[in-house]
């Protein structure tokens, strides 16, 4: 097997074990699109968040410092937040809804100062939240691969990035989903970043962090 049929399976198979689940978060994002949540919002801030990942993960293939599990689990405290600010304030879209229609006549932002806003860097949170066990496997993964075979696998995860968009925003649309989403996803949302967060604190074992665990 040749360098880069060894590194395209790699790069193909570790990302989606990684990303099964980020599946699930996008498909709720994509449902979530208004007049203030776009779908540009979405793609920024995943690709955003998986850059963070992958910069994280770059020590490994430069054998140096790594984080442990327990560190990175904290990371999970970002969806959790998230999650109960949503579950509090759930009736703040319609005020954000008036203030959009009210602010419309102002002078357009320009596409890239459009991109800079909290909903960007929402998405981007939780993306890099739910990438402990990304990290986990790809600083070995990087550790163990030379500069060409590392080149052509963040190839494949730039592009496999933007695929598992495309499926997100189809599961979105798709008649048995979207129905569901758009009725329950204000409520369902919430309850699964603080899941979230919750499953990646205790898979990486952040508790033991605590004085005396």
């Known amino acids: 097997m ?3 049929t060894a590194a395209l399976i790699k790069g193909i198979t570790s990302f989606v074990a990684t990303n099964l689940d980020d599946i699930v978060i996008l498909t709720i994002f994509f449902s979530q699109i208004n007049a203030n949540f776009r779908v540009r919002h979405i793609l920024v801030g995943q690709y ?3 850059l963070v990942i992958i910069l994280a993960s770059l020590p490994g293939f430069l054998g140096g410092l790594v984080l442990s599990e327990a560190w990175i689990g904290l990371l999970g405290l970002v969806p959790i937040g998230i999650g109960l600010y949503q ?4 009736d703040d879209d319609d005020t954000i809804q008036t203030v959009t229609c009210e602010l419309s006549a102002k002078p357009r932002q ?3 100062a459009s991109l800079l806003v909290p909903q960007t860097y929402h998405v981007a949170a939780v993306t890099i ?4 066990d990304n990290i986990g496997i790809y600083v070995p993964l990087f550790a ?3 500069l060409t075979g590392l080149l ?3 190839s ?3 592009v496999m990035v933007a695929l598992w968009c495309a499926v997100a925003y189809y599961f979105s649309r798709h008649p048995a989903i979207m129905p569901i989403l758009t009725r329950y996803g204000n409520v369902i949302v919430p309850h699964v970043l603080i899941g979230l967060g919750l499953f990646i604190l205790i898979e990486n074992g952040s508790y033991s962090l605590l004085p005396g665990l």
């Open 144 to 146: 163990s691969t030379s």
């Open 156 to 158: 494949v995860f730039l």
């Open 129 to 132: 939240a739910n990438g402990g």
């Open 110 to 112: 320009t596409l890239f």
């Open 48 to 50: 955003l968040g998986f």
């Open 2 to 4: 040749n360098e880069l």
């Open 152 to 154: 052509i696998i963040l």
């Open 87 to 90: 579950l509090f304030n759930s």
